[in-house]
């Protein structure tokens, strides 16, 4: 079974703070992906990476970077917390180029700035 | 593009009724299609998918969709709702056109099953 883990399920943080969030898998899927989740709006793509180093823009990048120094970790950052960032942040990971392939996901982390 | 559409953002069911939950796709290009249940703060969590083949899909928990091409159409059903069913669905969509296995989701429908 694919498990995908994240560091926090609930996180209080204050405006402009740098927040990170931290994405683990265990089953060395080549592609990762960070969304945030909004009431009415669905998931959107924020990052994702196709391999260690790599990184493409989603829809909605702006105010957050990634990195992705080991296969299994991908880390969001928020430089600057601004309260309109209050949401719900998935990760998930799925295998690189198999198209029919699920991605699979973590358990969420609730992040609410203040 | 590619796009998904989920008409209602919520259905409210008694329990043992039937569920149709609905989901209207746009793509260029035969899609690959999926159903995810999200449940109350949880991750979504795949119930079934179509890629190629037959076009009546069977999933987790009793769940079915059928891939109809003519209506660019991919609804959930379940004969019975059980209580356990109340989450939020997301149907989603597999872009083609890039060389990277990307998603688009639709906004969600929230499922409510009342005894």
């Known amino acids: 079974d694919v498990k995908v883990t994240q560091s926090s399920r609930y996180l209080v943080k204050r405006t402009g703070e740098k927040v990170f969030l931290e994405c683990v898998q265990d089953?060395?899927?080549?592609?990762m992906f960070w969304y945030r989740q909004d009431p009415g709006l669905g998931l959107r793509l924020i990052y994702f990476s196709y391999d260690v180093k790599m990184k493409e823009k989603g829809d909605i990048p702006e105010g957050y970077s990634v990195s992705r120094e080991k296969k299994e970790r991908f880390s969001l950052i928020l430089e600057s917390a601004s309260t309109n960032q209050t949401s719900m942040y998935l990760c998930?990971?799925?295998?690189?180029?198999?198209?029919?392939?699920?991605?699979?996901f973590g358990p969420g982390t609730r992040l609410t700035v203040t | 593009a590619q796009s998904v559409t989920q008409l209602g953002s919520h259905v409210s069911v008694s329990e043992g009724a039937l569920v149709l939950l609905r989901c209207n796709y746009s793509?260029?290009?035969?899609?690959?299609l999926f159903w995810y249940v999200q449940y109350p703060n949880q991750g979504l969590q795949l119930l079934l998918k179509y890629t190629t083949g037959a076009t009546l899909v069977k999933g987790i928990n009793g769940f079915e969709a059928e891939f109809k091409k003519s209506e660019t159409s991919f609804h959930l059903t379940k004969p019975s709702a059980h209580m356990s069913d109340a989450a939020e669905y997301f149907c989603?969509?597999?872009?083609?056109?890039?060389?990277?296995?990307?998603?688009?989701f639709g906004t969600g429908t929230r499922l409510l099953v009342s005894p």
């Open positions: 989603a969509v597999s872009l083609m056109n890039t060389g990277f296995q990307k998603l688009v």
């Open positions: 793509s260029s290009v035969p899609p690959y």
């Open positions: 089953m060395d899927h080549e592609n």
């Open positions: 998930a990971t799925t295998l690189q180029g198999v198209f029919s392939y699920e991605q699979y």
